[in-house]
């Protein structure tokens, strides 16, 4: 149980945590010094003194504070003495003194007669006693009683520390930037942005950061070989698909309509095979977008199709930094997907401090909960849970939203529909993209 309470308060980033590594060594070797420097000088030595001090006035009250001997033995000690009718008030002592708190224990218990002592200043102490029923002021240098500026030490102890602190703070800020340049290399390249990134650092570190640009590199030069790869059966299948178009379009119109809809339909597969391939949609650079004018485009678009929207809702100032025509497509793929399977499809969406929803409903038949990660998975079609008659779909059309949504640093998530009884497809995007 202590170690689960330790690790919720331990700090959870880098910085953190090796400034933690950084600081707790000094302080507790500030507070061990302070420690035992409290009760070395402050105690020891100035209990010391202050014996010292009181045998001293002992010896004088002994001759008498009016005698010749006892003028002559407080000029030599460089003490006054005066003899007063009432104690002043209460005892005199700074907060901070505490070096005061030692001398009043010692005067206590090492002489006779002892009243209260006054501490003013660092510069005199005023030791009242009782003597013969007479009331004596003794003024004593207070360097006799303590060591002279005893707060040295800790004016010391702090000053260096913090230097030392801002010097090691400096050292572990320029050792720990080339991890959060590799962090951010690496997040970027996760959402298909290439940032420029040269390892630096310690030798571990320029190693991990050379390893990552190496496997960046291989990952970059894959997916080039691939698109060129499916570029060249795209080229390649076109050409017999034109030749097929154009045979096709020599025969009587009621034996080729079908045909030329079959070779259609083979070249928009072709089409979107290629779309999904290359990634067309995540090429642009991220902009300040404007949501809501963007979803009452998609709004207007659907509805010149004959395919409006059922409900549409959202705020009128929905701002995002994202890639307006990948999310564009997104939020397109979800509502075609809505509208093949469900009379009834709203959109709505709304902003949360640190992110934006939008929301696609539908009244279909859903898909059931094992299923649905398994929907977000290119090429899958669920036959039993969404009707595919449609003819022509690919399994695309969840995938690339999902692929879209995380390259934007959110997610898409398919649940049930609390208002439509059907499928509710749920993208996040967060601000910070």
């Known amino acids: ?126 030791v009242i006693i009782r003597s013969a029923d007479h009331l004596w002021q003794v003024t004593v240098p207070r360097d006799r009683l303590s060591a002279a500026n005893p707060h040295q030490l800790f004016v010391n102890m702090i000053f260096f520390g913090t230097i030392v602190t801002i010097i090691a703070y400096i050292y572990l800020r320029n050792q720990l930037r080339p991890i959060k340049r590799l962090a951010r290399a690496a997040t970027a390249f996760g959402r298909g942005e290439v940032i420029p990134f040269s390892p630096a650092g310690a030798s571990e570190l320029r190693a991990a950061g050379l390893a990552f640009v190496q496997m960046r590199a291989r990952i970059e030069r894959f997916v080039d070989q691939r698109t060129m790869m499916l570029s060249a059966v795209s080229h390649d299948l076109r050409t017999p698909l034109t030749r097929l178009r154009l045979g096709l379009s020599m025969l009587d119109d009621a034996e080729a309509a079908a045909l030329l809809r079959d070779v259609d339909d083979m070249q928009r597969l072709l089409d979107e095979y290629l779309t999904f391939a290359k990634g067309d949609m995540m090429s642009s650079a991220a902009q300040a977008c404007d949501l809501s004018t963007l979803l009452h485009d998609i709004q207007n678009g659907f509805a010149r199709q004959n395919t409006p929207i059922t409900k549409c809702e959202w705020p009128d100032d929905l701002h995002l930094i994202c890639r307006p025509l990948a999310i564009k497509r ?8 809505a509208l093949k399977h469900g009379q009834t499809v709203w959109m709505t969406a709304q902003a949360e401090p640190d992110r934006i929803i939008i929301m696609v409903e539908d009244d ?32 695309l059309g969840l995938s690339i939203a999902a692929d879209i949504a995380r390259a934007h640093g959110g997610m898409l998530q398919l649940d049930d529909s609390p208002n439509l009884q059907g499928l509710r497809a749920k993208l996040t995007l967060h601000h910070d993209v």
């Open 1 to 126: 149980m202590t170690l689960s309470l330790i690790k919720r308060y331990m700090p959870r980033s880098l910085y953190g945590r090796a400034a933690l590594i950084l600081l707790l060594p000094v302080i507790t070797l500030q507070l061990v010094v302070t420690v035992v420097f409290i009760k070395r000088h402050f105690e020891d030595v100035t209990d010391q003194l202050t014996r010292a001090v009181a045998q001293e006035i002992h010896i004088i009250e002994g001759h008498g504070f009016h005698t010749q001997s006892g003028q002559e033995l407080l000029a030599a000690l460089s003490f006054q003495a005066e003899q007063i009718t009432a104690l002043p008030g209460s005892p005199v002592r700074r907060w901070y003194d505490f070096s005061g708190l030692v001398i009043t224990r010692s005067f206590d218990a090492q002489l006779a007669g002892f009243e209260q002592v006054d501490l003013p200043d660092n510069i005199v102490a005023n």
């Open 330 to 337: 997104a939020i397109e793929n979800l509502i075609s997907n």
């Open 364 to 395: 279909g038949p859903g898909i059931p909960d094992a299923q649905r990660d398994e929907a977000l998975q290119p090429f899958v079609r669920l036959d039993k849970a969404r009707n595919q008659d449609g003819g022509g779909s690919v399994g």
